[in-house]
């Protein structure tokens, strides 16, 4: 079945770029999706990408996509300490359902 | 001023009781879900709907129930045989439709805490 993998934590300086990966084993999605969830809050809908293309870029964001290899990456340009949350990367399976790795954690050193 | 809400933000559950998450949203969206998330992991579908008066289980429905009335709402019941309910829960609805109407938008979340 479906299923995610993503580095659990990735820590970088301020004003560093952060690069999150993520491997997924399939998805019918037409879209994929990073989400970003700050401590205690809900999912936000970050930035998206489809299916079709094989990059996105969206103001200090950038996405990635590798179908072959079913790999997805999300850069973040001059990483603030705002930034500093949990991103996931759900696939999306037939039905319209996603589904969800552990996620990144990334932590924003002053 | 759309969007979606989930009341309360905390809930204290006592054994053996059931208690019920409200999740109302008016983005006229048609499916709904209800999402588990327990510290360091993903989230996991317990139930969604994607029309009123129609919901199927997802991974881990057992202990859990729902009814869907109104488009508006997808109230989540934690029941008594929910073991270990303790957990942040979160609400999530889409248009349908296909494409990208099948982006899901998610709530604020509820912290259901055991006494």
């Known amino acids: 079945g479906e299923d995610v993998e993503q580095s659990l934590f990735l820590s970088v300086r301020e004003g560093d770029s952060s690069v999150i990966n993520c491997t997924y084993t399939?998805?019918?999605?037409?879209?994929l999706y990073w989400y970003k969830q700050e401590p205690g809050a809900g999912l936000q809908l970050l930035t998206y990408?489809?299916?079709?293309?094989d990059m996105k870029q969206d103001q200090r964001l950038t996405v990635l996509l590798n179908k072959k290899d079913k790999h997805l990456s999300l850069r973040i340009a001059d990483t603030q300490t705002g930034d500093s949350a949990i991103y996931f990367c759900?696939?999306?399976?037939?039905?319209?359902?996603?589904?969800f790795g552990k996620g990144t954690k990334l932590s924003v050193k002053p | 001023d759309g969007g979606i809400t989930q009341s309360p933000k905390y809930l204290f559950r006592k054994e053996g009781q059931n208690v019920t998450l409200s999740c109302e949203q008016n983005l006229n969206h048609d499916a709904m879900y209800w999402y588990r998330q327990d510290p360091g992991q993903g989230l996991r579908l317990i139930y969604y709907?994607?029309?009123?008066?129609?919901?199927q289980k997802g991974d881990i429905a057992e202990g859990y129930s729902v009814s869907r009335e109104k488009k508006e709402s997808f109230p989540l019941t934690v029941t008594s045989a929910q073991k270990n309910p303790t957990a942040f829960y979160l609400c999530?609805?889409?248009?349908?439709?296909?494409?990208?109407?099948?982006?899901?938008?998610f709530g604020p979340g509820t912290r259901l805490l055991v006494l």
């Open positions: 990408i489809f299916s079709n293309m």
């Open positions: 399939d998805s019918s999605s037409t879209y």
């Open positions: 999530a609805s889409s248009k349908r439709g296909g494409g990208i109407q099948e982006t899901q938008y």
């Open positions: 709907s994607q029309i009123v008066n129609d919901f």
């Open positions: 759900p696939s999306g399976e037939s039905q319209g359902n996603l589904i």
